[in-house]
Every structure is written in C-alpha cells, then in structure tokens.
C-alpha cells in the first residue's frame, strides 16, 4: 500500500519565508508529524499517514498566510500552530498576525501585539475589566503586553499617569549590601519595568514623564497610604507579595484606574512556608466582576523554544515531587 500524500502551492517569493533559515521550520514540521516534505519548483509534496499529512498541510497553508502578510515566521510561530493542530486551532496564528491586533509599535516600529490565543484572552480581558490578574510561566508576555496598553492608553489620554511597581524583595541577595541610597538599591529590581518602557516609549519620552510625575517606578511599599485614581498601575511579580501587601495595593485603586496584577506562583522569593499574596487574592477575588483571571500555559510562552521546554520540566517535575511528597506523608 503506498503512502498518503498531498501537494500545495508556495508562492515563490515565499518559499524561503515558509522553509526558514537551513529549512529549519519544515525540520521541525518533518519532526512533529513523522512526514517527509519535497520541494518542487513552487510545489510541495508532503508525504506520511493520512492524518500527520493533513496537520502538517494545514500548519504550512498558515505559515503562507503568515508569510502574505509581511510577517516573520519564527519558531515561536511555527511550534504555536503546530500545538494548536492538535485541538484544530491552527488558523488562530495567521488570525493573530492582523494588524487589528496590534496595539502599539516600539520605538524602532516593531508591532507590539497578542502573539498566542492566551494572551489575546489577556489583551481583550484588559480592554474590558478594571482588575486583571496574568498568572503563569516566564517568557508569556505577562508584563510586556501590560505595559505594551498602559503607555498606549497614557498617550490616548485615557489615563493621567502610569504607575508601574514591585515588591523589592531579595532574591537570594540582601538589599542591605548593594551600593547606594534606597532608590539605588530597589533599581535593580524595576530593572525590567524600565527595559520595557525604553524599547516602547523610548528613553526621551518616558525620561521627560517621569521628571513631571506622570510616570511613577517605585516599589510596592511606596503604594502604601495613597488613592490612585485615573492611573494605569502595574504590579508585577505579584507572587512575591504578602496577602497584606496585596490588600494593601487592591484597595489602593481608585476612580478611572485599572489595574493589572502579573505573576508566576513557581517562582515565589519568600521565605518558606510563607503565604504569596497573589494566591490568597485568586482564591479570595475569583467571583467578582470586573476582575478577570488569565492563566497562561508554557504554550504561551514566546521566548526562545527552549524556554518552553524548561518551563515543562520544571512542571512535570514539580508536579512529580509534590505526588512523591503526599504519597511519603500518607505513609506516615
């Protein structure tokens, strides 16, 4: 019985877009789906199980979608429609590469959009609630896209100011021995907060908004005592927050302010056994309107593939030490 298989046009112009650099996304397809892939003037043949043929046919028709619209096909592109494939979902990445996504552009005109299905849920959940919490793995886009609508809604004036915080809480370093006065020992820790306001609004801008107070850095203990109304806040880390803190921060926000609230419960600095703020307010806040809970997964993350690959391990491992650790007290 011979193999199945199909053949689809690629525009020539598009071919290299859709191969990849040394036909490193057709590898990973190949790999994915155990077919075999040829080249043919503007023809592919793919060949394999009926089933793996028709995935794979379907990943690289959105892959020339992609290609059509100017986008570049990444391996973050390529490994999301290949995931998606299993549910049937696959069209979704051509749907997120539309320009109706965008929501701004860096200072070196890079488009800033939703680039998985779970941080599309997140953007859309940011638009319409006051309170939003983006919990999940590193690499997600958690932060980036939460600054990405804070300066976009500051420049659309739909806000007065941005106040962007965490809690300064050491990491395996104590704050008392860094260099400096307490803004240069916390520096550190908004480090990436400021990153993320250079590559958006760039240094001038946000330099200039800072001096008059209309962009505010500071750490989560600087929340204490103030109203924060007509503000966009971002508090990020949220896992590394007490419940106290955290309560201390929700009750903080004002009239004409949203909030969103970012973390990753497997990376929790406090001390051991201590409570994590942001768990105690998903258990405590989860049916109340306007407050939504966006839980992304290690698909979402769009760093390097390799990034995914650890936040698995760490998951299954975690998971595996936590069945081991019950299953030694229900022993005892």
Excluded at 128 to 136: C, Q, T
Excluded at 242 to 267: E, N
Excluded at 303 to 308: A, D, I, K
């Amino acid at each position: 019985m011979s193999a199945y298989y199909e053949t689809i046009t690629v525009p020539a112009d598009q071919i290299q877009l859709v191969f990849g650099q040394f036909d490193r996304n057709i590898k990973n397809l190949e790999k994915a789906y155990h077919v075999a892939v040829v080249l043919r003037d503007d023809k592919l043949r793919i060949t394999g199980s009926e089933g793996s043929v028709k995935r794979a046919v379907s990943v690289i028709e959105q892959l020339v979608a992609l290609a059509d619209k100017g986008e570049e096909i990444t391996d973050q592109n390529v490994n999301y429609a290949i995931s998606l494939s299993r549910t049937g979902e696959e069209e979704a990445v051509s749907t997120l590469a539309a320009d109706s996504n965008i929501i701004c552009h860096t200072t070196n005109g890079k488009p800033v959009k939703a680039k998985t299905l779970g941080q599309k849920k997140y953007v859309e959940a940011i638009d319409k609630d006051m309170i939003v919490f983006g919990v999940g793995p590193a690499g997600t886009g958690k932060t980036y896209l939460a600054m990405a609508k804070a300066i976009t809604a500051f420049k659309n004036n739909e806000v007065n100011r941005i106040i962007l915080t965490r809690p300064a809480i050491e990491a395996g370093e104590k704050l008392g021995f860094l260099p400096g006065d307490l803004q240069s020992k916390v520096d550190p820790y908004l480090r990436p907060l400021y990153d993320a306001l250079y590559e958006i609004m760039g240094a001038e801008a946000f330099l200039k908004n800072m001096e008059k107070g209309l962009i505010e850095v500071a750490p989560l203990a600087y929340m204490r005592g103030r109203t924060l109304d007509n503000a966009y806040i971002v508090l990020d880390e949220a896992q590394n927050t007490t419940p106290a803190q955290m309560k201390m921060f929700l009750t903080r926000i004002g009239f004409g302010s949203k909030a969103i609230i970012t973390g990753d419960l497997s990376q929790k600095d406090l001390p051991k056994d201590a409570q994590s703020g942001l768990e105690v307010a998903l258990r405590v806040l989860h049916n109340i309107d306007e407050i939504s809970v966006i839980r992304f997964t290690s698909e979402d993350v769009v760093r390097h593939p390799l990034v995914q690959r650890i936040v698995n391990a760490y998951e299954e491992y975690e998971n595996r030490h936590s069945r081991e650790k019950k299953q030694t007290q229900n022993k005892h």
